[in-house]
């Protein structure tokens, strides 16, 4: 502990419970009192009631099983924590936010386990979109298909702007089709006539592109990302939570009740879906086509 003042017992009880985040969710955390202790798939910060997330699963950061429920924990134990009021998510690794789903979860996989990693992506989406923090995406990286997923659950939305970067729902590109629950995000960021184009053509935007159609909401130098999240969270944090949250709740709602009605059914038609021979070789030429690219 740095310092001579003594800590306070609400400190002390707030210091257990992230050292009890650190010990359950695996993550690295970084606070002014104690020392990292274990890398894993993204390292935690805390400064003054929010929580920054750096997401390190290399090399794109795709979403596997494992990354999800570890994602997924640590959200909960965050959302728990009343002394974390916001949660900045932005990328550890270079040039990617996040590559989106793990294709190879989806390739050549069992039915069970398609259906297990499909109910961690709904985990996933229902603790973001749900959240009752202040959520902000950083988004320092290209972010397509699940990754701007991940993004549009947040509150507020600040890009690289490096024009090399992009970020959509590109699923059709790959011969896959977006659950409803991701069309239904995007109609809630960018209205309907424009969610239409994007998912039909399966769109990858620039930052430029992206801030026109109102998908991300502000664009920065790089190496500002940080500074505007942290300086635009404190905006939002001067707003009363109940007050907010309440109001962020009764307009998700909606939204969040239809999944949440329909959970097994959509893994049901997920898992019906991914598995179909059809689909199997289409990501397959996906997969073989990243690779090429790569050569
Ligand atoms: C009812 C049915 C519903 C189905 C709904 C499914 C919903 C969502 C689908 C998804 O999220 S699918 C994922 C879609 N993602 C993409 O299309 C992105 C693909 N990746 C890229 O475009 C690029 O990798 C990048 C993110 C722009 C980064 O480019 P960079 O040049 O930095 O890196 P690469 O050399 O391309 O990649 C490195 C390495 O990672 C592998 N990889 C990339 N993305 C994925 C991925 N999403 N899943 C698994 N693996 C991925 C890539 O093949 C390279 O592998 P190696 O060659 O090194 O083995």
Known sequence: MK??????DTFLFELQLRHAHLLLGRFELVCGCCAP????HYRLHFVHSVAVMRLQNPPVNSLNLDFLTEFCITVEKLEMDKSCRGLILTSNQPKVFSAGLDIMEMYEKSPES???FWKAVQE???KLYGSNMVTIAAINGSSPAGGCLMSITCDYRIMADNPRYSIGLNETQLGIVAPFWFM???MNTVGHRTSEIALQLGLLYSPSEALKIGLV??????DQILTTATQTMTKWLAIPDH??????SMMRKPTIDKLMSNREVDIQHFVNFITKDSIQKSLGMYLAMLKKRKS
């Open 243 to 248: 007050a907010r949250q309440i109001t962020k």
């Open 217 to 222: 909401d502000q664009l920065v130098p790089e």
């Open 114 to 116: 398609c259906g297990e």
């Open 37 to 40: 202790v274990e890398k894993f």
């Open 3 to 8: 310092g001579g003042v003594p800590p306070s």
């Open 184 to 186: 239904d995000t995007m």
């Open 124 to 126: 996933m989406w229902l």
